[in-house]
């Protein structure tokens, strides 16, 4: 049995590559420092998976921004506008992701997009008809150089790429299949160069192969492009993040000399039954098996794997290998970091899974490991005990609101009396260096909690008045008192777990810190009530109380495993519904619950979007169970491809949705056959995204658009998202601008 990896994280065991790209962006250092400073992260883990007994060492997988983007610079398919730039090719790099300046004009980035369904976003590559290929292989040679120069033998070596089907399917609009024999062909070179090397193994990556709604172009393709690639180096074809039942015939039939297998499954303790696929299976081949989970974070149950791998191994023996289920770059590094050394028993990070695999295969070489195994059961029956449900709560039927849209529409708007048009912002205001000083320092325990709460209010009490004056319909408190979204609920609910650094690559050098849904979740305080009514106290405009939706605060956090996903979701609901009332009872009547990540967490497979999409809607609905018709219920979605989820949207029941339009100029709504699938709707009328102030002109001009398509009594007017990330000076214009634009327009009925 041999042990491999699929790629670690990039970032380094304390962000390293995060500071050191800001000194390089901010010119403090030179590219050279720069890839002195980043080899020893590579370096690292690189001495990871030596002591490890990795018996394969990874190379290929750093990357400064993204390895999406790598292979863009790899095959030469740069966007013709970055073409006259004289850059290097890590400069490149930058000014593809990034955007830069030619000849004194603003060149835009290339678009980022999700990878599969996870949270980390890739820069999508952009191809067309006229694109052409060049190989570029300095960075990949440069690395493997640089790990024999560490002391790994090159037969030891294995690098790894992203397939080119996988590569074009990524790209703008699915790219053309045109492109697919010249980009072959590059590969073919890369891999002669590879072998001349003296490099055995190259691992290929073609996710696509697990979806089900593959299109029969795209399949028919594989065989013959693996079969041009075959060229007397072993390539190891790798699928994850599911499981490849609908594409087994296509895998089966490739001319590659090993195929990686995902058999875990990121929200259960279940292994997929691989007796089943290897029975399918039939020319020899090396099987790889990512038997531990590259998407969460639970230690292993070393015993249960070993006992799966028992039969497979005995039929496969020295062709079986095992690894994590994808790259480790969606785990943090290492839970070395971590200091509460309870809690650490149970989980495992990147290195920790390393770690991990080592010991299945001694296990499964019949080494007694007495200890180790004792140990970990030991743990795992702890977590179980831990775990053992102590909450009661209801709330897992349906609900729906008391009353239809229009009902409610009618008393809502008896009570509010707003305006039509109606203005309002997303929920957060500017989170200063003041702002998160504040935070910083009574974390740290260095201001009592009395100072804090004054501090906080101040920011309230100056961000309430500067809506005042701008002249808002509905205003919100800021958010201050929240790092994040999510982090600030899963702090303060029971039953989370908040790292202190597990840190993840969210994009370039953004990294978040998703927190760990350990056991049941309630809460035992309010939470957000109190801010809000000190908001609301401050004014007589009305104050819209902002919360974060279940499957956000599942799907961007590691959940656990052993109760279903919509179990945990339905929990957070039930919170979520707690703080509702609280928000009621202190006479709040607009209630946003945000949702930003209802469409990531959509599953890859065509044949569990349905499920999936129901139970979103219906956790979604139990937040506002047994609210009365004049509660006004919001929620917020930051994208506007609304493709797959309209059915979802209009089930949700939301009486406003927020989204984000700008960019595309409104174009969703042009695209929606029926707009009664929404209630009242705000689509962004600019982007917080830019340092640009939007004009009030340019606002009209979405605005009239959007009216054409939108009732002006279901017309919300508000930005793209939330403007935490902006500075107030680039606020309040902006704001301004969105409030005259509303103005002229009402004026004008
Ligand atoms: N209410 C949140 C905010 O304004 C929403 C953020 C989001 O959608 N990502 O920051
Ligand atoms: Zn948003």
């Known amino acids: 049995m041999k042990i491999h990896n699929l790629g670690l994280s990039r970032i380094g065991e304390k962000r390293e590559l995060k500071f050191i790209l800001e000194s390089y962006w901010k010119k403090e250092i030179s590219e050279k420092e720069l890839q002195k400073e980043v080899l020893n992260i590579k370096e ?55 955007g830069c300046k030619i000849d004194g004009k603003n060149v835009t980035p290339s678009l980022m997009s999700k990878w599969f369904n996870t949270n980390y976003h890739y820069i999508v590559p952009e191809f067309n008809k006229n694109t052409t290929f060049s190989l570029h292989p300095q960075k990949v040679l440069d690395e493997i150089d640089e790990a024999i ?70 399949k028919e393709l594989f065989v013959p492009t693996y079969q041009k690639l075959n060229i007397g180096v072993n390539i190891l074809l790798a699928t994850y993040f599911d499981n490849v039942n609908e594409n087994l015939e296509i895998i089966n039939s490739l001319d590659v000399a090993g195929l990686h297998f995902d058999v875990t499954d990121m929200f259960s303790e279940k292994l997929i039954d691989f007796g089943v696929i290897l029975n399918r299976l039939s020319n020899p ?17 070393l015993k249960k794997v070993g006992d799966f791998l028992k039969n497979i191994y005995s039929v496969l023996d020295d062709r079986l290998w095992i690894a994590p289920s994808c790259s480790l770059l969606h785990l943090p590094v290492t839970k070395s970091l971590e200091n509460n050394s309870e809690f650490n028993n149970f989980i495992s990070f990147g290195y920790e899974r390393l770690a991990e695999l080592n010991l299945i295969k001694e296990y499964s070489n019949g080494n007694i490991l007495h200890d180790a195994l004792i140990e970990n059961n030991r743990y795992i029956e702890e977590l179980k005990r831990i775990r053992s449900t102590s909450v009661n709560y209801e709330g897992v039927e349906d609900s729906n609101r008391i009353s239809s849209y229009d009902i409610r529409k009618a008393v809502q708007e008896e009570i509010l009396n707003l305006p039509c048009l109606t203005t309002t912002t997303i929920g957060s205001f500017p989170q200063s260096i003041e702002v998160r000083r504040v935070r910083n320092k009574w974390k740290k325990g260095l201001i009592s909690d009395l100072e804090y709460k004054t501090n906080i209010q101040e920011l309230i009490k100056k961000s309430i008045a500067i809506q005042e004056e701008i002249g808002l319909d509905v205003l919100v408190h800021g958010e201050f008192e929240r790092t994040d979204m999510v982090e600030y609920f899963a702090e303060n609910f029971t039953g989370y777990y908040t790292t202190n650094s597990g840190w993840v690559q969210s994009y370039g050098s953004r990294c978040v810190k998703p927190p760990i849904i350990l056991s049941d979740i309630s809460r035992d305080k309010k939470i957000t009530s109190e801010w809000i009514a000190y908001a609301q106290s401050l004014t007589e405009k009305k104050l819209k109380g902002m919360l974060t939706g279940p499957i956000t605060m599942l799907k961007w956090a590691f959940p656990r495993q052993d109760i279903p996903y919509f179990k945990i979701a339905e929990q957070i609901s039930s919170v979520i519904n707690k703080e509702i009332f609280d928000l009621i009872n202190t006479g709040i009547n607009i209630v946003q619950i945000d949702e930003a ?18 139970n979103a809607s219906r956790v979604f609905r139990l937040c506002s169970k047994g609210v009365g018709d004049d509660i006004q219920i919001h929620t917020h979605m930051c994208y506007s491809d609304f493709d797959d989820i309209l059915q979802c949207i209009k089930d949700m ?16 709504l042009e695209s929606i056959d029926d707009i009664n699938k929404f209630n009242s709707i705000g689509p962004g009328v600019y982007d917080i995204h830019s340092t640009n102030i939007p004009t009030t002109a340019e606002i009209k001009e979405l605005l009239t658009k959007a009216l054409k398509f939108i009732p002006k009594d279901r017309l919300w007017i508000n930005p793209d998202c939330g403007l935490k990330t902006r500075r107030w000076e ?17 004026n004008s009925f």
């Open 44 to 98: 690292l883990n690189w001495k990871k998976q030596i002591e490890n007994s990795m018996d394969f060492i990874t190379v290929g997988d750093f990357s400064l921004y993204d390895n999406v983007l790598d292979h863009s610079i790899l095959f030469g398919n740069i966007p013709p506008r970055f073409k006259d730039g004289n850059m290097s090719d890590i400069e490149l790099g930058f000014a593809i992701s990034r």
């Open 597 to 614: 990540a209802l469409k990531e967490a959509l599953p890859l497979k065509t044949s569990g979007k349905k499920e999936y999409l129901e």
């Open 285 to 301: 081949k090396v099987i790889s098996l990512g038997v531990v989970s590259g998407r969460n974070i639970w230690i292993t149950n």
């Open 653 to 668: 029941d939301a009486d406003v949705i927020t989204i984000e339009t700008s960019r595309s100029n409104m174009k969703i």
């Open 730 to 746: 680039e606020v309040i214009p902006a704001l301004k601008n969105m409030v005259n634009a509303t103005m002229e327009i009402r």
């Open 149 to 218: 120069e560490f002391g790994v033998p090159v037969d030891k070596i294995k690098p790894i790429f992203i397939g080119p089907l996988t590569l074009l399917y990524l790209g703008n609009d699915h790219s053309d299949l045109a492109l697919l024999s010249d980009l072959t062909q590059k590969y073919i070179e890369l891999l002669q160069i590879l072998k001349n090397k003296g490099i055995k193994w190259v691992e290929i990556d073609e996710p696509i192969l697990v979806y089900d709604d593959l299109e029969e172009k795209w």
